[in-house]
């Protein structure tokens, strides 16, 4: 079972008490009303999916209730961290490179 | 207009489980509150419950037959044992805040004995070792398929919130685990 660290909590509660809630930093435009349906389908469906780095937006459902973002690597599934929502994307350059050293030395393996 | 007269009664009355080194019990009836505050009105929420809402994650507080459990940072469970009502204190508290009486959503279930921490971990997947949940602690969490409140009363005792259409599941669940001690 994955631990992850709600920020709210301050802890590492099990993945259990947690919901994934889609692609995080996505900003409402604030003239929605007048935005092109294109745009808008772009704003409000459309999202990247990369493989690899991903920022999330997860909700501690079963613990403390609050919503939060993550830093997730869609390939080894680890988190590489978590923050309040609100607070600006973290740079996570060092991490995911050390991310990346662990995941290519996995596929090495295989 | 003629007052109605309701009957109460606890979903678990009269159910008892567990063995040598641990029981489970229904909790006496109590009146509970969904309390819900933002920063600015905890001094004046807190003055009108007549105890300070807890502020650190899994914090309670105890005053009396009053107890207020922290579920998150503008989040609290009220849980009254004796016959102040808290809706009725809340009231005199004008500073903005949402409280909502649950006293018959949840019911509760207490789990007493030394092996307590191996029963609820049968279906909880926090660490409830007393390091990590120390006598006060408390959490909103998952055990089995449902969501609880658990409220660590003393090194051997939980107090296991739950909703009351859950709490035969909740029972049996904590039976089943206490069987295979
Ligand atoms: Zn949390």
Same mark, same amino acid.
């Given at each position: 079972m994955l631990l992850i660290h709600c920020p709210y909590c301050g802890e590492e509660r099990p993945e259990l008490e947690f919901r994934h809630a889609g692609e995080a930093?996505?900003?409402r435009p604030e003239n929605i009303a007048e935005i092109s349906d294109e745009d808008f389908a772009h704003y409000f469906f459309y999202r990247d999916n990369p &493989?690899?780095?991903t920022f999330e937006r997860w909700r501690h459902m079963h613990g403390c209730g609050r919503f939060f973002n993550a830093v997730r690597d869609s390939v080894s599934d680890k988190f590489l961290t978590t923050y309040k929502a609100g607070e600006p &994307?973290?740079?996570?350059?060092?991490a995911a490179n050390e991310n990346q050293i662990n995941t290519s030395k996995g596929q090495g393996a295989k | 207009m003629a007052e109605a007269q309701i009957a109460r009664e606890l979903p678990l009355a009269g159910r008892a489980a567990g063995g040598a080194s641990v029981s489970i019990t229904p909790a006496e009836p109590a009146m509970r509150v969904s309390l819900r505050?933002?920063?600015?009105?905890?001094?004046a929420v807190s003055k009108g419950l007549g105890i300070d809402l807890p502020t650190r994650p899994k914090q309670s507080a105890v005053a009396g037959a009053r107890s207020v459990l922290w579920l998150g940072p503008d989040e609290w469970l009220v849980i009254e044992e004796g016959d102040?009502?808290?809706m009725a204190d809340l009231a005199r508290a004008t500073a903005l805040h949402s409280a909502v009486d649950v006293s018959h959503r949840n019911t509760a279930i207490l789990v007493t004995g030394t092996q307590v921490a191996d029963v609820l971990n049968a279906g909880c997947p926090q660490d409830l070792s007393l390091e990590a949940f120390p006598v006060?602690?408390?959490?909103?969490?998952?055990?089995?398929?449902?969501?609880?409140?658990?409220?660590r009363t003393a090194e051997d005792a939980f107090r296991v919130e739950c909703w009351r259409s859950f709490s035969d599941y909740a029972f049996?669940?904590?039976r089943d685990a206490a069987r295979g001690l």
């Open positions: 930093h996505i900003a &493989k690899g780095v &994307k973290p740079d996570i350059a060092d | 505050a933002p920063q600015e009105s905890i001094a102040r009502d808290p006060g602690a408390c959490s909103r969490t998952v055990m089995g398929k449902i969501e609880v409140v658990l409220f049996e669940f904590l």
